[in-house]
C-alpha cells in the first residue's frame, strides 16, 4: 500500500491565507502533504493600501502581486476560484472549478462590508472592500469633478464626498482624500474651496483606540486640509441625495453625489451558512486556532474571533493585518506539527502597536508603548507595510512594492 498524502486546503490568499501557505511551504517536504490554495482572483492585494487606491493617491496595481510570484509551485496548487459552498462534516468544498476534499481545512475568507441593517446604505454608499470596489470609488469621484467642470448648471453636490464612519478606515481614506483634492481641483479646473469632505460618526470620538492627545492631532490636521466632522451624529439611512442622519432627535440628509461607507466589517458570508456558533461572519476560534468539534477546520483573519481576557470579560481581538500575519504564521507551525503527530500548541497575539496614517507624510500611532505623530508615525507606517511585504514575498518584493525603499 503506498502512503496516502494528507490534503491541505487553504481557501483565502489574504494576509492570513497567504502567510500560512508561504510559512508551510518552507516546513514540509513534497512527501508529505499536499496543499490547494483557492483564491477568487490571481493576485494579492494589501488590504490595508485600499484607502490609497479609493482616494487615488497610489494606483492600484501598486498594491497587489501575483499569488504565483510567492508559492512554490511543487510544493502548493493554486486554484483561482470562488469558494461557494463547504460541508464541513464530508469535508469537502464546493468552488466554481469544481469540488476539492481536505484533510485539513484553514478558513482565511477575509472581510466584507458591514451595513447593519442601516436603510439603503447597500444601494446607495459606495464601501472599501477590495480592488475593484476602491477602484470604482476612485473613478466615481472623478466622473463627479469632470461632471461638474462640465456642466453649464453646476451641482455642488458633485464636489461634496461624505464618509460614514471616523474609524481606521474612513479616517486613512479622508487623509489621502485631503490630499488629493488639489490634483483634481487642477486637473478639472475647480475651485478648492467648493469641496466639500465630511466624516460623519456616531460615537463621540473617532479613532477610540487612541489616546486624547494623538486623536486631537488628527483632527486638527485633518480639519486643516479642509476635512469637516460630525461626530456623535449617527447614519440612520443612506438615499440617492446622500446620507439621512440624526442631529438633537431630528432627521436630517446631508447631500453629497459620492457617498462612502466604512463604518463596519464582518467576516465572509460563506462562515454563517457553514458553520455553528458564528456572530457576523466570525467564529470564537480554540486556542489553536481550530474549531469546536472540529480539530481539523482552522480559521483564521477576518473570520476568526480571538478572545482576549477570560470570561465575561473575553472580548475579541480587532481584526487587523497584524494579527492575521501572526496568525498564519502559527497555523503553518500547528498544521506541520499535526503531520508529525505532534500536538498543537496555543497561539498568543502579541500586539506590536497601531498606526493610522493621516495622508501619505503624516500619521498618529502607539507603538512599543509610544505615542507617535507626524513624520516619525508616518515612517513607521510605512515600515509597517514594507515589513508586510516582505514578511510574505521577501527582499525582492519588499525592494518592489514597499514604501520605504
Not at 496595481?61 to 510544493?75: M, N, R
Not at 449617527?234 to 453625489?257: R, S
Not at 466589517?265 to 481550530?290: H, P
Not at 507551525?333 to 493610522?356: H, I, M, P, Q, R
Amino acid at each position: 500500500m503506498g502512503f496516502e498524502r494528507k490534503k491541505i486546503l487553504v481557501l483565502g490568499a489574504g494576509y492570513a491565507g497567504l502567510q500560512t501557505v508561504v510559512k508551510l511551504q518552507k516546513l514540509v517536504s513534497v512527501q508529505d502533504c499536499e496543499i490547494t490554495l483557492i483564491n477568487k482572483n490571481s493576485y494579492h492585494y494589501e488590504s490595508t493600501w485600499l484607502h490609497e487606491t479609493a482616494a487615488g493617491t497610489i494606483n492600484y496595481e501598486q498594491g497587489i502581486y501575483p499569488i504565483t510570484s510567492v508559492i512554490d509551485a511543487s510544493k502548493v496548487k493554486f486554484v483561482p476560484a470562488e469558494v461557494t459552498a463547504i460541508d464541513k462534516d464530508n469535508q469537502t468544498v464546493n468552488t466554481t472549478q469544481g469540488e476539492f476534499s481536505f484533510d485539513y481545512l484553514v478558513m482565511a475568507l477575509g472581510f466584507e462590508s458591514e451595513t447593519f441593517g442601516i436603510t439603503g446604505m447597500d444601494e446607495h454608499a459606495m464601501s472599501i472592500t477590495n480592488v475593484e470596489s476602491a477602484r470604482k470609488i476612485k473613478q466615481h469621484i472623478e466622473e463627479r469633478f469632470a461632471h461638474y467642470s462640465e456642466s453649464e448648471v453646476k451641482d455642488p453636490n458633485d464636489l461634496k464626498i461624505i464618509v460614514g464612519g471616523a474609524g481606521f478606515t474612513g479616517v486613512e481614506l479622508l487623509g489621502e482624500l485631503a490630499e488629493r483634492v488639489p490634483e483634481l481641483c487642477s486637473q478639472y479646473n475647480v475651485n478648492a474651496e467648493d469641496v466639500k469632505l465630511i466624516c460623519i460618526e456616531a460615537a463621540p470620538k473617532m479613532l477610540p483606540m487612541f489616546s486624547e492627545e494623538l486623536v486631537n492631532y488628527a483632527v486638527n490636521a485633518l480639519e486643516s486640509k479642509g476635512v469637516e466632522f460630525k461626530l456623535a451624529t449617527p447614519i440612520v439611512a443612506a438615499n440617492e441625495q446622500g446620507f439621512v442622519v440624526k442631529e438633537n432627535d431630528e432627521e436630517k440628509t446631508i447631500e453629497a453625489n459620492t457617498a462612502i461607507w466604512t463604518a463596519g466589517v464582518r467576516g465572509n458570508a460563506l462562515m454563517d451558512t457553514s458553520f455553528d456558533g458564528v456572530k457576523r461572519g466570525r467564529i470564537i476560534v480554540e486556542d489553536d486556532l481550530s474549531i469546536e468539534g472540529y480539530p481539523n477546520i482552522f480559521v483564521i483573519g477576518d473570520c476568526s474571533a480571538v478572545m482576549n481576557g477570560e470570561g465575561e470579560n473575553a472580548r475579541p481581538y480587532p481584526t487587523t493585518a497584524q494579527i492575521a500575519m501572526q496568525q498564519g504564521d502559527h497555523l503553518a507551525k500547528n498544521l506541520k506539527a499535526v503531520l508529525d503527530g505532534d500536538k498543537t500548541s496555543k497561539f498568543n497575539y502579541d500586539e506590536k502597536g497601531t498606526v493610522c496614517s493621516l495622508g501619505p507624510n503624516d500619521a498618529v500611532g502607539h507603538v512599543m508603548g509610544k505615542d507617535l505623530q507626524g513624520k516619525k508615525a508616518s515612517f513607521m507606517k510605512k515600515v509597517i507595510d514594507t515589513r508586510a511585504i516582505y514578511k510574505i514575498g521577501g527582499p525582492l518584493l519588499a525592494y518592489k512594492k514597499g514604501k520605504v525603499l
